[in-house]
């Protein structure tokens, strides 16, 4: 491949085709089914399918291409390319989206695209609408130099931000078709920076559920019962304690936590080095706090970047992301409330059995609780994370080399300290596949919260990494 003919290639598609056809797909509300339970009748997500089948179709790659549809389940868009030679790469991404959020600043909003100095704002164009395009065009960049190709298959889910319920059922029913990979490339994963590609060596999985603590039968005045009744508050902070160190931000569960392997601890060590501060700074923390690493961290060193790195991506956290039984400030009266529920969010690390740390989770939570308070703990689908498998020596060097080709720097590794439930089950069923597990989401991209954009210089040099990638596959 001549790289000049490549980039030249991808810029192009990308200003001509790609960004138009994304700014339409982030106008298109489809939230995930979690968020959005009535999601077939109000056809968002038929729209968005229609549109990326729509814009494949157009690019004329011969091929078979089909929206499939099980009873019941969201839609899967695949698209079947013959091969020239021998083995089968799967492609991957999704069409749903996390919901709006608040915090959008002004001219931007989840549904309203804008495109300003590079970066395309809105809901979904980042995370992971950009997937199917970018995909297509990889492929076709090596078309237009007559490269050789393997056979590919492109699927498209739309159920990933719910955590992939319907994505296992296509697989199965659907394995003919798919075949054996001998590689996948998942574009749903982030970048420490803009300046190299970053290749995605572990994710996280995750725990969640409603853990709600009732102390009485209704609302009394709080002058009259506090200092009797413990508030429901209060029981829940001290449910909490048990299972995280308030002071550190350590979970306090054994079984959550594994030994980290020496090759990710190496990797989290470059990261640091080449990241530096940016490995906290990118989240806009506010003036005079500090990471939870240290108390001092104004002058961060690299082992401290490390920590850092290993707390989001092998360690254990708990989130609280929503609640209930708050009153709005207006309506907060003197009245001691009768319950109160918060929305837990734990990431586990990888190899860590979801099922049997949802039971201990549960277990911790509910058992003995402080005065005899009525505890709760309604647990949902755990995912399990994932680690890349050992990194062939084929694939060690065409990353590296379509990095310095398109980026003129070295690749580098890291782990996410996100979920993608799809890629654990792909490395069980398929367990001699390579993985090339990468995206857009750099610092500032801001996936499922405000003002999330997809940094389009970035998302054309990724491309042209993909396609050289699928070029040096032996």
């Known amino acids: 491949m001549d790289k000049d003919t490549t980039a030249k290639f991808v810029t192009a598609l990308w200003d001509d085709s790609i960004v138009p056809a994304l700014v339409d797909y982030i106008r298109i509300p489809n939230q995930s089914p979690a968020f959005d339970p009535q999601w077939n009748e109000h056809g968002h997500m038929a729209r968005a399918v229609e549109l990326a089948r729509s814009w494949v179709e157009g690019r004329n790659l011969g091929g078979k291409l089909e929206v499939l549809q099980l009873e019941g389940r969201t839609p899967l868009l695949m698209l079947e390319l013959a091969g ?12 749903d989206k996390q919901p709006p959020f608040t915090g959008w600043h002004e001219g931007l909003g989840p549904w309203q695209p804008v495109y300003r ?3 395309l704002y809105g809901r979904g164009g980042a995370d992971d609408g950009y997937a199917v395009f970018a995909s297509v065009a990889a492929i076709e960049a090596l078309r237009l130099q007559k490269v050789p190709l393997p056979r590919i298959v492109i699927a498209i889910e739309c159920s990933e931000e719910s955590g992939s319920p319907d994505l296992p059922a296509y697989i199965d029913h659907y394995q003919d078709r798919i075949g054996t990979p001998t590689l996948v490339v998942c574009l749903d994963s982030g970048a420490g920076d ?3 590609m970053w290749l995605t060596t572990s994710l996280r999985g995750l725990l969640s559920g409603e853990l709600r603590v009732d102390v009485l039968d209704h609302g009394v005045h709080s002058g009259d019962a506090s200092g009797i009744v413990p508030s429901s508050f209060r029981v829940l902070r001290l449910l909490l304690e048990r299972l995280e160190d308030a002071t550190t931000g350590r979970i306090k569960v054994p079984g959550l936590h594994v030994e980290i392997p020496a090759e990710r601890l190496a990797q989290a060590q470059h990261a640091a080095k080449v990241l530096g501060d940016t490995v906290w700074t990118k989240y806009g923390l506010m003036p005079g706090m500090n990471a939870m690493a240290s108390t001092a961290l104004s ?11 290993l707390n989001r991506t092998w360690r254990p956290t708990l989130s609280v992301t929503g609640a209930s039984g708050l009153p709005v400030l207006a309506q907060a009266g003197s009245v001691l409330r009768p319950q109160t529920t918060l929305k837990l969010s734990v990431r586990i690390p990888p190899h860590v059995d979801p099922a049997a740390a949802t039971t201990a989770l549960a277990k911790l939570l509910t058992n003995d609780p402080p005065y005899g308070a009525t505890v709760t703990f309604t647990a949902d689908d755990g ?13 060690e060097a065409a990353v590296g080399a379509a990095s310095l080709a398109y980026f003129d720097k070295a690749y580098a590794a890291i782990g996410e300290g996100g979920t993608i439930p799809f890629m654990k089950m792909l490395s069980d069923k398929f367990p001699e596949a390579q993985f090339v597990v990468t995206g857009v989401l750099g610092p ?6 405000p003002n999330e954009f997809l940094h389009v210089p970035f998302a054309k040099k990724l491309t042209c990494c993909i396609a050289e990638i699928i070029a040096r596959m032996p």
Do not use: Q, V
């Not at 020239?84 to 069409?95: A, D, P, Q, S």
């Not at 500032?444 to 919260?449: D, I, L, Q, R, V």
């Open 117 to 119: 100095d590079g970066k």
């Open 444 to 449: 500032e991209s801001n996936a499922h919260g």
């Open 194 to 196: 803009y300046e190299r």
């Open 84 to 95: 020239e030679r021998e083995g089968t790469i799967l492609m991957y991404g999704h069409l």
């Open 383 to 395: 995912a399990s994370g994932w680690e890349a498998p050992p990194t062939a020596p084929w694939l």
């Open 299 to 309: 002058s961060a060193s690299a082992a401290d970047n490390t920590e850092l790195i």
